[in-house]
T-cell receptor, first 113, second 115 residues
Framework: GQQVMQIPQYQHVQEGEDFTTYCNSS?????IQWYKQRPGGHPVFLIQ?????EVKKQKRLTFQFGEAKKNSSLHITATQTTDVGTYFC?????????????FGQGTTLQVKP | DGGITQSPKYLFRKEGQNVTLSCEQN?????MYWYRQDPGQGLRLIYY???????QKGDIAEGYSVSREKKESFPLTVTSAQKNPTAFYLC??????????????FGPGTRLTVL
């Protein structure tokens, strides 16, 4: 079935270092979303990418959608302790309009101050 | 995300007991979802509902039941048939984005421990 793989599963960085997580789908996607879940918290929507090759920025966060619309990346410049959490890139379930999302394991980021 | 409440935050139950988790939203969203999250894992879909009085099984529905009698409410019952119920349960609702796709709003979650 449809899957989304994220790498790495865990990443430890020193505060101030950059961080990148990658998302790969087995199928071409209509869109891809990114969510952040703080430790002990719930996932919070960050952004949705729709267009091939799209790049969007939110302050220190840069999101990219691959040209083939099968992969995506999230890059954080100069990490801060507030960036700690798990980042998910769920993809739409098939072609249905149910709003169902398929979540992978996510990438858990730890930042050492 | 504001607008979705789940109660209680922590819940302890004895093995063999059914337990119902509450989920209420005031966002006027039609679609609602229940997920289960285990430590270090992603979210797995239990049930979802696109409209009142209708719901469908997700990927791991066995041992769970839901109802959708009101638009605002989507309670989840964890039955004694669920073999490993201890987990973090998240409720969500969704809205259509102007660019297409549906963004999900999550409640704060209920952490269920079965002793």
């Amino acid at each position: 079935g449809q899957q989304v793989m994220q790498i790495p599963q865990y990443q430890h960085v020193q505060e101030g270092e950059d961080f990148t997580t990658y998302c790969n789908s087995s199928t071409t996607l209509s869109n891809i979303q990114w969510y952040k879940q703080r430790p002990g918290g719930h996932p919070v929507f960050l952004i949705q990418l729709v267009k091939s090759g799209e790049v969007k920025k939110q302050k220190r966060l840069t999101f990219q959608f691959g040209e083939a619309k099968k992969n995506s990346s999230l890059h954080i410049t100069a990490t801060q302790t507030t960036d700690v959490g798990t980042y998910f890139c769920p993809v739409p379930h098939g072609s249905s309009n149910t709003g169902k999302l398929i979540f992978g394991q996510g990438t858990t980021l730890q930042v050492k101050p | 995300d504001g607008g979705i409440t789940q109660s209680p935050k922590y819940l302890f139950r004895k093995e063999g007991q059914n337990v119902t988790l509450s989920c209420e939203q005031n966002l006027n969203h039609d679609a609602m979802y229940w997920y289960r999250q285990d430590p270090g894992q992603g979210l797995r879909l239990i049930y979802y509902s696109q409209i009142v009085n209708d719901f469908q099984k997700g990927d791991i529905a066995e041992g769970y039941s839901v109802s959708r009698e009101k638009k605002e409410s989507f309670p989840l019952t964890v039955t004694s048939a669920q073999k490993n119920p201890t987990a973090f349960y998240l409720c969500a609702s969704s809205m259509i984005l102007t660019s297409g796709g549906m963004r999900q709003f999550f409640g704060p979650g209920t952490r269920l421990t079965v002793l």
